[in-house]
Nanobody, 120 residues
Framework: QVHLVESGGGLVQAGGSLRLSCAAS????????MAWYRQAPGKQRELVAR???????NYADSLKGRFTISRDNAKNTVYLQMNTLTPEDTAVYYC??????????????WGKGTLVTVSS
């Protein structure tokens, strides 16, 4: 079985920073795209950032310059560095990975989410 576990969420004041991590475990052959999504209260889940297996990235336009996504393939881990946080960034942040397991085809996986709360 494949599992994703996020960590690093919490309460932070506006203007502060957090670094989220998401580690995949299980019978993994390879990981293609890694991504972060978020869902604010009463809002739809939205893409925050995405990184391909080759290291190409894209971001939500409003987050460029504040958020940085990176990956450590040796650790099957994706990171999201979040700077200059605002209350509008308050959301549950979800990790998503397209993973090729060792015994079947590529599948999208989700973590259970980590809550980020930004106070005024």
């Amino acid at each position: 079985q494949v599992h994703l576990v996020e960590s690093g969420g919490g309460l932070v004041q506006a203007g502060g920073s957090l670094r989220l991590s998401c580690a995949a475990s299980g019978s993994i052959l390879s990981i293609n795209t890694m991504a972060w999504y978020r869902q604010a209260p009463g809002k739809q889940r939205e893409l925050v950032a995405r990184i391909t297996s080759g290291g190409s990235t894209n971001y939500a336009d409003s987050l460029k310059g504040r958020f940085t996504i990176s990956r450590d393939n040796a650790k099957n881990t994706v990171y999201l560095q979040m700077n200059t946080l605002t209350p509008e960034d308050t959301a549950v942040y979800y990790c998503n990975m397209v993973i090729v397991p060792r015994d079947y085809g590529a599948t999208g996986y989700w973590g259970k989410g980590t809550l980020v709360t930004v106070s005024s």
